[in-house]
DNA sequence: ACTATACTTGACCAATTTAGTCAGGTATGT
DNA sequence: ACATACCTGACTAAATTGGTCAAGTATAGT
């Protein structure tokens, strides 16, 4: 079970967004190179961020992006959602009354990475942006 | 974030184990055909858990596996770790002081990757096969 | 109006990982 | 002897990842 760059990158970007939009939009350029994270593959995942709103775009020169919403209001769930960044643990069908070989039936271990994904969403859905900020403000002090 | 066959694999296979090794060791083509997991690719697996102890080989004719410990003694994490099933949430070497991308200090994410993977691995060491057998008998009644 | 900045879109790709298969072996109970 | 079943290592097709590259479009500042 690994978590991929495109998730890691994605709460990366938004935590330095965060604490760099008080006054002006930040650039991608910006957040890039304080990050290091390719520019290119940034503008991937802005456009995601983008299409589930959770930043806004100005265009031009000076512009850049911005959060839509205050930290507290956006939690993990919702940028690994704008991402892609699913947790899977099952193989089968969620819907299906079918197992994962093609079963009949579901699988005697279904139940447990069924408890498995709830119990990882879980924490995706405690955490907010603004718990990331608070954490890094402390660190710094 | 999503686990691998391998490790899915691997403890429906110890399961279906625990249900039938009471009296004879059980082989892998009974599994294979029980749980419709490729046969050689069982092998694989068992082999792996063979070295880290949790189950015993019994070769030739009427031969199999058996588990070398009871249910109760037999975490999750035990079995991933024998297949090397590991949750991975950073990039950034452990031990080293450096960040994930070459930078000279920890990003502004570890300490979250980091309370993530914890919070999983919780879950690992908690669950024993032990327990997914009661669930299952359950399921059945 | 021009230009630099910075967002926007879509195609493309190399490297890695996954989920196996295949081909041979070796040990052992009957 | 022979069938069963473990054992070992090499190999591979397909998917995923983690990007790069190219060609735009919109806007602020001069
Ligand atoms: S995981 Fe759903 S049936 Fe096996
Ligand atoms: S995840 Fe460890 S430094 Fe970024």
Redesign the pocket.
């Known amino acids: 079970m690994?978590l991929?760059?495109?998730?890691r990158?994605a709460v990366m970007a938004l935590v330095d967004l965060a604490r760099f939009d008080n006054i002006n939009?930040?650039?991608?350029?910006?957040i890039s190179l304080r990050q290091g994270?390719?520019?290119?593959?940034l503008?991937?995942i802005?456009?995601k961020l983008?299409?589930d709103q959770i930043v806004k775009?100005?265009?031009?020169?000076?512009?850049?992006?911005v959060l839509s919403k205050k930290p507290n209001e956006i939690k993990l769930t919702n940028i690994f959602h704008a991402v892609d960044e699913k947790v899977k643990t099952v193989?089968c069908k969620k819907e299906s009354k079918k197992g994962c070989n093609g079963k009949a039936t579901k699988c005697v271990t279904h139940n447990l990475w069924d408890e498995l994904e709830t119990h990882i969403n879980t924490f995706f859905e405690k955490k907010s942006l603004e718990d990331l900020l608070k954490n890094n403000t402390e660190q710094r002090a």
Request: glycine content about 12%.
């Open positions: 690994k991929t760059s495109k998730g990158y939009p930040v650039s991608l350029r910006d994270i390719s520019l290119d593959y503008e991937q802005f456009s983008k299409k775009s100005i265009r031009g020169t000076q512009g850049g992006y193989q």
